[in-house]
């Protein structure tokens, strides 16, 4: 059964068709990877996909409810996660106290700088947090702060931050860029890991094609903002269509 459905979604910045006609079913508890060469259209559909951006015609739906014009926060109760293609955290605080904020903020239903130094006292969010890092082979790092840690790490802990929430969907911009390959892997062994223990749909955006033929069951590709292919990895590779679009010739 599809959790997230994408219906005939077009977008168009002045005299540039960003997509086009795009329909896309994410299946629940899958792994679905959106690829295609430079200005294919996938952070414009992922934008979409998390409301920052409303397609000028078609609907964005999640379990049945629409994404379109929600705000970041309620996106995230309705159960949908997003990692950024650069970390988002919060340089100067520790690496518990950033896991501390996802906790609090699915508590109170939003997050408030203002008011947040007061969690740091609460036992239960510290064990939480305390928990989440384990899971995470994280909780030797607690105090370390988190910039000066490895991409690799922040990264680890910002999909930590995102789970702390407990969505149903999480969604990858690109997880992987600028990493190492040691880290690289260690990121798909996460996201395997998570994949194995979760009640979790995670769809992703990626360039490099061995994070996308190490994790995903479905592959969409995308070329100048509308569909190509949606198929298995193993359909995929070696697709004309597929070969054409990244090499710009026919097969």
């Known amino acids: 059964m599809a959790i997230l459905e994408v219906k005939n979604v077009n977008k168009r910045f002045g005299g540039l068709q960003a997509l086009g006609d795009v329909n896309l079913s994410v299946e629940e508890n899958t792994v679905h990877a959106i690829i295609g060469p430079n200005g294919a259209g996938k952070s414009t559909l992922l934008n979409c996909l998390i409301g920052k951006l409303i397609p000028d015609t078609g609907s964005v739906m999640f379990d049945g409810q629409s994404v379109l014009g929600r705000k970041p926060y ?18 100067d605080l520790t690496v518990l106290e950033n896991m501390m904020i996802p906790i609090f903020a699915k508590r109170d239903g939003a997050f408030r700088l203002h008011a947040f ?44 931050m995102c789970l702390a929430q407990e969505p149903r969907l999480l969604l990858l911009d690109e997880p992987t ?42 592959i969409t590709v995308l070329a100048q903002g509308t569909p190509l292919v949606e198929d298995t990895p193993d359909k995929i590779k070696g697709h004309p269509k597929v070969r054409e679009a990244y090499l710009g010739e026919s097969a």
């Open 74 to 91: 309620q996106i995230n109760q309705m159960g949908i996660s997003r990692v950024f293609q650069t970390p988002e955290i919060f340089g």
């Open 117 to 160: 130094e007061n969690t740091f006292a609460e036992k239960h969010v510290m064990d939480q947090a305390m928990q989440m890092l384990e899971d995470l082979n994280m909780a030797d790092k607690r105090n370390f702060h988190s910039a000066s840690m490895s991409r690799g790490d922040k990264r680890r802990l910002e999909i930590g």
């Open 177 to 218: 860029a600028g990493m190492a390959r040691a880290d690289t892997n260690n990121t798909i062994d996460l996201l395997k890991q998570i994949k194995e223990e979760r009640d979790i749909t995670i769809a992703i955006i990626e360039h490099d094609m061995h994070v996308v033929f190490s994790l995903a069951e479905r």
